[in-house]
């Protein structure tokens, strides 16, 4: 079905947030719910505090220079997507209120919802979308997620434009935005790669006239969105709290304080148990404690499964000769023993990793065979391609994930097993990325998973990308990803990305070594918590309810 419009699903929505919100609404003639009575409810939210955790820290609070995705826990407060996404995989409306795709698949019109405003009382109209995203996609702008708008006509190879004019995006009117592609697409890769990461910035705060000045700006210090909660004050790397935005146009919070804080995975458990947290917003609860958090009275828990991956990186760069040789990279695969991390270390809370795609992804191969775990002719293979095991390799791990740190424990027993010594350095996340993208590692340990669009891991085999951080040269994985995204139909679209399965299995860039579920909890104090949908950053919080 070449149109799809959201139309009554969008209508409804507005109409029965409107009814409830806490703020005084009025009806807009341009809205969907032209016609419905306002809400005349103005008790403003419960002045009670909710604290969500998160295992590791944001680095800045702007979404588009972060370097992981700990800050879209902290911009899905603040700033507004275009869109949500259900742990399915559905797209629900958020900023725009319905949308369309054209006829030749070119192009996608989303019609905003008119009661969207920003923080500072401002309108948030079509003007605010198109700034956004010549700003997000120009050379001039420092972004983290740059590769999320290749799709967009104007832009090159990577998601950047010299000239923003160029840039395929018009406000049609004050509330309707056109945005071209240069190739046909599938409209749930425009929805999950653009749209989900299209964080709309304030026009009226931020257009300088320079889009070089957006990153420098003192505006990130006290951010102003349109989002459900407003920036109060933070300290770096530790809390941020924020407090609700009454005017907030899908309805007011039902309480008045949100606290954002980066809590270590091992202390999660006490946390939860002694009030001092809410809910685990991001991160799992150890599963030493997982019995523990499941007997527990005052608290839900639910065993979530992800859509994320973790997976070992090889130094690639053409200086490292170590791992070039793909039988080289087969023999590590062979040698790592991935099911005993699924059994000791989540007693099954997941599953064996072949691929970036969990077996319950819709566009996942299941004609995928992988490697067996199988040291002996591991080790045969390693003798006969001539690998050097006199050195000592150095595999580097980032801090806050305890079954990541605990699984490089037995990738380096493993590699012992068959000859290989193995050094483990830890580091935080930050340092950690900037020590890969600068060659400066042997072998490394990380995780992704973001969308559930099935070219999501592009940007990890995309030659020249910040996330290659195998440092791939060769384009060939690259390649078969873009011959997916160049097709709107799901069956060509399904034969593609089976054939780029295939080709990480038979080359293996990278090592894929699990998919673990997220073990999750919150406080019976808290009700209608969306907690599946986590995986995608999708909080929702303004729909939760305190008991």
């Known amino acids: ?99 369309e795709m054209s006829e030749d698949n ?126 109060v004050r933070d300290t770096a790397g530790e809390e941020l709290e924020l407090t609700a935005n009454e005017d907030y146009y899908l309805g007011c919070p039902d309480f008045k304080t949100f606290v954002i804080k980066v809590v270590p995975a091992a202390s999660l458990t006490a946390g939860l148990l002694n009030g001092d947290i809410d809910v685990v917003g991001a991160g799992s609860i150890p599963l030493a404690d997982w019995e523990t958090v499941k007997s527990s009275d005052s608290l839900n828990a639910q065993s979530v499964e992800s859509y994320s991956y973790q997976y070992m990186e090889f130094n690639l760069s053409e200086g490292n000769a170590a791992f070039q040789d793909r039988n080289v990279r087969i023999a590590f695969d062979k040698a790592i023993n991935k099911q005993l991390m699924v059994d000791q270390l989540m007693a099954g809370e997941g599953q064996v990793a072949v691929g970036p795609m969990p077996k319950y992804h819709p566009y996942y191969n299941s004609a995928l065979v992988g490697n067996t775990y199988d040291p002996d002719a591991a080790k045969q293979m390693l003798e006969t391609a001539g690998f050097d095991f006199s050195r000592t390799y150095r595999l580097i791990v980032p801090q806050g994930n305890q079954v990541r740190e605990q699984s490089a424990l037995i990738i380096q027993q493993n590699l012992k097993d068959i000859g290989i010594d193995v050094k483990i350095e830890t580091y935080d996340f930050a340092t950690l990325l900037e020590m890969m993208r600068n060659g400066d590692f042997d072998l490394g340990l990380l995780g992704g998973g973001s969308n559930i669009d099935p070219s999501e891991s592009a940007v990890i085999v995309k030659p020249g990308s910040a996330q290659n951080y ?64 986590f995986i995608w950053y999708n909080y929702e919080v303004w729909t939760w309810k305190l008991a």
Request: proline share 4%; net charge negative; glycine share 6%.
């Open 1 to 99: 079905m070449k149109k799809r419009i959201h139309a009554l699903l969008s209508a409804l929505l507005v109409m029965s947030l409107l009814l409830s919100g806490c703020g005084q609404k009025t009806d807009n003639p341009g809205s969907a719910t032209s016609g419905a009575s306002s809400s005349t409810q103005t008790s403003g939210p419960k002045d009670e505090v909710v604290t969500m955790a998160i295992i590791s820290t944001w680095n800045t609070l702007n979404i588009y220079n972060t370097s992981g995705n700990y800050g879209h826990c902290v911009a899905d407060q603040m700033f507004e997507r275009m869109v949500s996404c259900t742990h399915d995989g559905e797209y629900l409306p958020r900023l725009a209120e319905k949308w």
């Open 106 to 231: 070119t192009s996608m019109t989303f019609y905003l919802n008119p009661n969207a405003k920003w923080q500072d009382g401002q309108p948030l109209t079509a003007d605010d979308v198109v700034f956004t995203l010549k700003a997000v996609t120009n050379e001039k702008m420092d972004n983290y997620y740059r590769s999320k708008f290749v799709d967009v006509a104007g832009t090159d190879d990577n998601g950047m434009s010299v000239n923003a004019d160029d840039v395929q995006v018009e406000a049609l009117d004050e509330h309707t935005v056109k945005i071209g592609f240069k190739t046909p697409k599938d409209e749930g890769t425009i929805l999950s790669q653009l749209c989900s990461f299209l964080y709309i910035l304030p026009k009226h705060l931020l257009d300088t006239g320079d889009y070089a000045d957006i990153n420098t700006s003192d505006f990130w210090s006290a951010p102003v969105g349109a989002g459900p909660f407003k920036y």
């Open 470 to 533: 195998s440092l791939l040269t060769d384009s060939k994985w690259y390649d078969l990803v873009s011959k997916g995204n160049s097709l709107a139909d799901y069956a060509g679209r399904k034969e593609a990305f089976d054939a780029y399965q295939q080709a990480l299995v038979d080359d293996q860039p990278y090592i894929w070594l699990y998919h673990q579920n997220d073990l999750r909890a919150y406080s019976k104090r808290i009700t209608q918590i969306p907690l599946e949908d």
